[in-house]
């Protein structure tokens, strides 16, 4: 990679795009981002708070102007929500100012990453399974249109898809 291009992670709960981002970050020796963080951060509370307080309609919001700020940074390695791609807005400013890597996984490892997890309010259901499916259904395709690099992330160490991802830019 010649210059340091940002680098967008997109993809569905689950598929490791945080713990992966912090690899290749500290890797490449570029700054992270979570925009999950960076919104808890704005409005000193959770995710969930956001959701029970602004519904999903008030996060998504918020998330807007998040990537909105961070893909305007040079050389950073961010970790987007998995419904920022959505936002038509969202997927625009992220394949003009980055390059996007979707991290493709099976919904098995986005149910056993995410059931001890307290923290996803779209997953507070008895249903997550059915969740995953029909969000799957409808997000995927938007995940495949915004990116530059698809990379599997079911069989593999969040190291080693770091490390691939590397060679692959
Ligand atoms: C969401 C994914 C979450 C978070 C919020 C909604 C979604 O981020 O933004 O709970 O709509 O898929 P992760 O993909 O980091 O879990």
Redesign the pocket.
């Known amino acids: 990679m010649a210059e340091k291009r940002n680098i967008f992670l997109v993809?569905?709960?689950?598929?490791g795009?945080?713990t992966i981002g912090r690899h290749l970050a500290q890797q490449l020796h570029m700054e992270f981002f979570?925009?999950?963080s960076v919104i808890e951060d704005r409005t000193g509370a959770d995710?969930s708070w956001v959701?029970d307080v602004e519904g999903e309609d008030g996060?998504r919001v918020r998330?807007e102007n998040v990537i909105n700020d961070l893909t305007q940074e040079q050389g950073i390695v961010l970790?987007?929500?998995?419904?920022?791609v959505?936002s038509k807005e969202n997927r625009n400013r992220l394949s003009a100012r980055g390059i996007v890597v979707y991290l493709e996984t099976t919904i098995e490892k986005q149910l056993a990453r995410?059931q001890r997890d307290k923290?996803?309010?779209?997953l507070q259901t008895d249903t997550p399974r059915e969740v995953l499916e029909a969000?799957a259904e409808e997000?995927n395709p938007l995940y495949e249109e915004v990116a530059d690099y698809v990379v599997r992330t079911d069989d593999q160490s969040a190291k080693v898809v770091a490390n691939q991802i590397i060679k692959m830019l």
Do not use: Y
């Open positions: 993809g569905p709960m689950g598929a795009k945080s979570d925009s999950d995710i959701f996060f998330e970790a987007t929500g998995g419904g920022s959505k995410t923290k996803r309010p779209l969000l997000r």
